[in-house]
């Protein structure tokens, strides 16, 4: 039987079960999540439930058999070679860069019967192709705290609330690192754009990883099933969230030799309530266009990865680089006395300040102790941009200077930066980007199992 949680849990069980129920009514959570500009406040990380291995095997099974399904399915559409699907019996509902999204046409002598079931619990497809790597679209959703879906999950859905990971029955191996099969919960503005009211909340499955056909051809995938838990009980009618319900599964295989990821997803979701179905297509295809926001979700932790990388190299080395500098200028001055090197000294924690002034706060914590090598002796003429070495425009005049990259803390010119978040507590941090560092994270050797990359 699963081990009693905390009673700080934001989930209670009902009465009938054994698991621990939490003090806190869930109603008035809830309720509190949608009158409040702030996410529910549930702890940062709550401990996990312990599952009955009969009801693991249970969810484990759940999650083969729909992923099993899927696969079939892509399988006989990869190899057809991906034709165009017929209007005849598809309809497409939207396009977004190389994916498309279509609905199935129900036939005419149907339509009548089926329009209440469609508007309740659509059907939606979602073909076509992203670029990137198979791993980095795994890499972008995976999450194993409550804290790393905070950060990742803005990328992949719209409105979101809050969440907490519930359970988690299966882990990353040696052979497959991103191997996930986790309980988690949602909650999420939905059909925020629509000005309707209730919160969704979700009590999902999470199944991913990557394996082979029976080809011996690499494929990645990624299911997200509703499944009825005792820790995660759903509201009450009056309550004012609604529980949704889903099934979402992908999957994702590389374009031999190219930088491309072939996507087949399919989905149904009922979002509850009495909703007309065009604004339930609607949110399904954000949903489906999830793909997209991995891929960013995914190169925001490789550049605060690499961001944690460079402060690490620079704070361990400035230390030494200070002293040597330190006993330069006292050499150079002509007075070689204790006031004279109190000068030198001055001058250079002032333009430690500077320098430290200049970076992100979030990246100037971490090198309060001292500052980089090439910031040590600042040169009369402005620093030139570290992809293209151009200077400043009026740089010798009124002393112009670049943008600062925020990841290798470099000059780095309008034409060669691009703005990027980085993850960081307690929110993220945008910053400008150059180009190189960009480069550089694509490349970076990353693992999954660790933890979350993260700036103080």
Same mark, same amino acid.
């Given at each position: 039987m699963a081990e009693s949680v905390p009673t700080h849990h934001p989930f209670p069980a *009902? %009465?009938?079960?054994? !698991?621990?129920?939490?003090?806190?009514?869930? #109603?008035?959570? $809830?309720?509190?999540? +949608?009158?409040?500009?702030?996410?529910?406040?549930?702890?940062?990380?709550?401990?996990?439930?312990?599952?009955?291995?009969?009801?693991?095997?249970?969810?484990?099974?759940?999650?083969?058999?729909?992923?099993?399904?899927?696969?079939?399915?892509?399988?006989?559409?990869?190899?057809?070679?991906? *034709? %165009?699907?017929?209007? !005849?019996?598809?309809?497409?509902?939207?396009? #977004?860069?190389? $994916?498309?999204?279509? +609905?199935?046409?129900?036939?005419?002598?149907?339509?009548?019967?089926?329009?209440?079931?469609?508007?309740?619990?659509?059907?939606?497809?979602?073909?076509?192709?992203?670029?990137?790597?198979?791993?980095?679209?795994?890499?972008?959703?995976?999450?194993?705290?409550?804290?790393?879906?905070?950060?990742?999950?803005?990328?992949?859905?719209?409105?979101?609330?809050?969440?907490?990971?519930?359970?988690?029955?299966?882990?990353?191996?040696?052979?497959?690192?991103?191997?996930?099969?986790?309980?988690?919960?949602?909650?999420?503005?939905?059909?925020?754009?629509?000005?309707?009211?209730?919160?969704?909340?979700?009590?999902?499955?999470?199944?991913?990883?990557?394996?082979?056909?029976?080809?011996?051809?690499?494929?990645?995938?990624?299911?997200?099933?509703?499944?009825?838990?005792?820790?995660?009980?759903?509201?009450?009618?009056?309550?004012?969230?609604?529980?949704?319900?889903?099934?979402?599964?992908?999957?994702?295989?590389?374009?031999?030799?190219?930088?491309?990821?072939?996507?087949?997803?399919?989905?149904?979701?009922?979002?509850?309530?009495?909703?007309?179905?065009?604004?339930?297509?609607?949110?399904?295809?954000?949903?489906?266009?999830?793909?997209?926001?991995?891929?960013?979700?995914?190169?925001?932790?490789?550049?605060?990865?690499?961001?944690?990388?460079?402060?690490?190299?620079?704070?361990?080395?400035?230390?030494?680089?200070?002293?040597?500098?330190?006993?330069?200028?006292?050499?150079?001055?002509?007075?070689?006395?204790?006031?004279?090197?109190?000068?030198?000294?001055?001058?250079?924690?002032?333009?430690?300040?500077?320098?430290?002034?200049?970076?992100?706060?979030?990246?100037?914590?971490?090198?309060?102790?001292?500052?980089?090598?090439?910031?040590?002796?600042?040169?009369?003429?402005?620093?030139?941009?570290?992809?293209?070495?151009?200077?400043?425009?009026?740089?010798?005049?009124?002393?112009?200077?670049?943008?600062?990259?925020?990841?290798?803390?470099?000059?780095?010119?309008?034409?060669?930066?691009?703005?990027?978040?980085?993850?960081?507590?307690?929110?993220?941090?945008?910053?400008?980007?150059?180009?190189?560092?960009?480069?550089?994270?694509?490349?970076?050797?990353?693992?999954?199992?660790?933890?979350?990359?993260?700036?103080?």
């Open positions: *009902p %009465e009938a079960t054994r !698991r621990a129920t939490a003090p806190e009514d869930v #109603q008035e959570l $809830l309720h509190q999540a +949608k009158y409040t500009t702030s996410p529910v406040e549930v702890p940062m990380e709550t401990p996990l439930m312990q599952l009955p291995d009969g009801q693991t095997q249970a969810f484990r099974h759940l999650a083969h058999s729909i992923v099993s399904r899927t696969l079939a399915h892509e399988s006989e559409y990869h190899r057809t070679k991906r *034709p %165009e699907l017929g209007q !005849r019996e598809w309809k497409l509902l939207k396009r #977004q860069n190389e $994916l498309s999204i279509y +609905k199935r046409r129900a036939p005419k002598t149907q339509e009548q019967s089926r329009t209440a079931a469609q508007s309740k619990r659509p059907m939606v497809l979602c073909v076509g192709s992203i670029a990137g790597e198979l791993e980095d679209v795994l890499y972008g959703v995976h999450a194993k705290t409550r804290e790393e879906m905070q950060v990742t999950l803005p990328y992949l859905s719209k409105g979101h609330e809050d969440c907490a990971m519930l359970a988690k029955l299966e882990g990353g191996s040696t052979t497959d690192p991103y191997r996930q099969l986790t309980l988690k919960w949602h909650l999420a503005d939905a059909l925020s754009e629509a000005k309707i009211m209730k919160l969704r909340d979700l009590c999902t499955l999470e199944s991913m990883g990557i394996s082979t056909d029976a080809q011996g051809e690499r494929y990645a995938y990624y299911l997200l099933q509703s499944v009825d838990f005792a820790g995660c009980p759903v509201p009450p009618e009056n309550s004012d969230v609604i529980r949704a319900n889903m099934m979402f599964c992908c999957i994702y295989r590389q374009v031999p030799g190219s930088h491309i990821v072939d996507v087949y997803a399919k989905g149904m979701f009922d979002l509850g309530g009495d909703i007309p179905s065009f604004l339930v297509y609607n949110s399904s295809c954000s949903l489906m266009l999830s793909v997209l926001g991995a891929m960013d979700s995914a190169e925001a932790k490789r550049l605060t990865l690499l961001a944690l990388q460079k402060a690490e190299n620079w704070a361990s080395s400035s230390i030494d680089d200070l002293s040597a500098l330190d006993l330069e200028e006292f050499e150079l001055t002509s007075d070689s006395t204790p006031s004279g090197y109190s000068n030198s000294a001055s001058s250079l924690s002032s333009e430690v300040a500077n320098v430290i002034a200049a970076m992100p706060p979030s990246l100037s914590r971490l090198l309060s102790k001292g500052h980089r090598k090439s910031r040590s002796r600042r040169q009369p003429s402005a620093e030139p941009c570290c992809v293209c070495s151009k200077k400043p425009a009026m740089a010798s005049i009124v002393g112009a200077t670049h943008r600062t990259c925020g990841v290798c803390l470099r000059g780095v010119c309008n034409k060669c930066h691009v703005k990027r978040r980085l993850f960081s507590r307690p929110l993220p941090v945008t910053v400008a980007c150059c180009k190189s560092c960009l480069l550089e994270a694509k490349q970076l050797s990353v693992d999954p199992q660790d933890p979350c990359p993260m700036l103080p």
